[in-house]
């Protein structure tokens, strides 16, 4: 009986851990990781009881988050500095097509800025 129970809460950890890394790197990477990095990321997870504020917290903190967020946030502060130039033109309405392109060119950077290489692990 006590082997069916240890059995069942190895496979319950195993089965949170996936989806938390998973969904971490969905969340603060904005990617698919490869295989081994997700394999790394699942047995530290499972062997170092990581709980999901501690995944949180190696992600967010991660490298790559961090010059996702910093090339993400340059490019809000470019489209809002273009937005304030042109209001202050007198061009108060940048039409549909405008936003469309600044909303295009945001999602073409979220897409591709998440290039950046593996999580670090940090202790």
Sequence with gaps: MAEVISSHRAYYRL?????????????????????MEYQQWVYACQRDSLCADDLAQNFSSSKEHL???????????RISHNHTKSTQSGNLCMGVN??????????QLISSVSQAGPVQFSS
């Design 15 to 35: 089965r949170v851990c996936q989806e938390a890394v998973w969904e971490a790197f969905r969340i603060f990477l904005d990617r698919v990781p490869d295989t």
């Design 67 to 77: 010059d996702m967020v910093s090339k993400v946030v340059n490019i809000l502060d």
């Design 98 to 107: 405008g936003a469309y392109t600044h909303l295009y060119s945001f999602f």
